[in-house]
Nanobody, 121 residues
Framework: QVQLVESGGGLVQAGGSLRLSCAAS????????MGWYRQAPGKQRELVAT???????NYANSVKGRFTISRDNAKNSVYLQMNSLKPEDTGVYYC???????????????WGQGTQVTVSS
């Protein structure tokens, strides 16, 4: 079984910064793409940023230039550096990993439990 655990959320004033971390643990797996998603109250979960094993990134237009996604493949971890935070960035942030179940070629999406980010105005 694979688990993804996020950390780093919290309360911050507008204009501030936070860094989210997500680490995958378990046995007999490797990780393909990883990403961050968020869900604001009353809204659907939306993509924030994704990163491939090779480091190619993709961002939602609303966070481009403010957020940076990175990963450490040796640590099975992904990070989200969030700068210039706005109240509209408030929500629960979820980590997702496209997990390869070794030794098969099967890929399964695993989600973390989420971490709350609150940006006050």
């Amino acid at each position: 079984q694979v688990q993804l655990v996020e950390s780093g959320g919290g309360l911050v004033q507008a204009g501030g910064s936070l860094r989210l971390s997500c680490a995958a643990s378990g046995s007999s797996f490797s990780i393909n793409a990883m990403g961050w998603y968020r869900q604001a109250p009353g809204k659907q979960r939306e993509l924030v940023a994704t990163i491939t094993t090779g480091g190619s990134t993709n961002y939602a237009n609303s966070v481009k230039g403010r957020f940076t996604i990175s990963r450490d493949n040796a640590k099975n971890s992904v990070y989200l550096q969030m700068n210039s935070l706005k109240p509209e960035d408030t929500g629960v942030y979820y980590c997702k990993g496209r997990i390869i179940i070794l030794p098969t070629p099967w890929e399964v999406d695993y989600w973390g439990q989420g971490t709350q980010v609150t940006v006050s105005s």
